[in-house]
Nanobody
Framework: QVQLVESGGGLVQAGGSLRLSCAAS????????MGWFRQASGKERQFVAAISGNGGTTYYADSVKGRCTISRDNAKNTVSVQMNSLKPEDTAVYFC??????????????????WGQGTQVTVSS
C-alpha cells in the first residue's frame, strides 16, 4: 500500500514556472514507477510524465515535452515535476500516482492503483 500527498500547486501567470511535489509513504517506494497526471475541468484525466523506480528512465506527454522535468528522491520518498513556460491550457488538477507496471503502460491511468488527492494548478493569461 502506498499513500501519496501532492503539494506545490497554485496560481501562476502564463510563462511562469511551478514545481509540484509528491510525498509517498511506505518502505517500497523505489519499487514503483511514479507518474503525474492532470485533469482539467470537464475533461478526462491525462498523462503528463512518469519516471522509473530508480529514476533512470523518464517519459513525457508530447504536450509538456521540453517544458517539464520529472525527478525523484528515493531517500526522501518524493517525486517532483518542474513545469516551465506554463500556458493557460496547463490549468488542471495535478495528481501523482504509483504503479508497479512496465514502461509500456505508464501513460495509461488504469495501470496506476495508487493516487494522491491532487493539487490545483491555475495558469492565468
Amino acid at each position: 500500500q502506498v499513500q501519496l500527498v501532492e503539494s506545490g500547486g497554485g496560481l501562476v501567470q502564463a510563462g511562469g514556472s511551478l514545481r509540484l511535489s509528491c510525498a509517498a509513504s511506505g518502505r517500497t517506494f523505489s519499487s514503483y514507477a511514479m507518474g503525474w497526471f492532470r485533469q482539467a475541468s470537464g475533461k478526462e484525466r491525462q498523462f503528463v510524465a512518469a519516471i522509473s523506480g530508480n529514476g533512470g528512465t523518464t517519459y513525457y506527454a508530447d504536450s509538456v515535452k521540453g517544458r517539464c522535468t520529472i525527478s525523484r528522491d528515493n531517500a526522501k520518498n518524493t517525486v517532483s515535476v518542474q513545469m516551465n513556460s506554463l500556458k493557460p491550457e496547463d490549468t488542471a488538477v495535478y495528481f501523482c500516482a504509483a504503479t508497479g507496471a512496465s514502461y509500456a503502460t505508464w501513460a495509461d491511468r488504469t495501470w496506476y492503483p495508487y493516487w494522491g488527492q491532487g493539487t490545483q494548478v491555475t495558469v492565468s493569461s
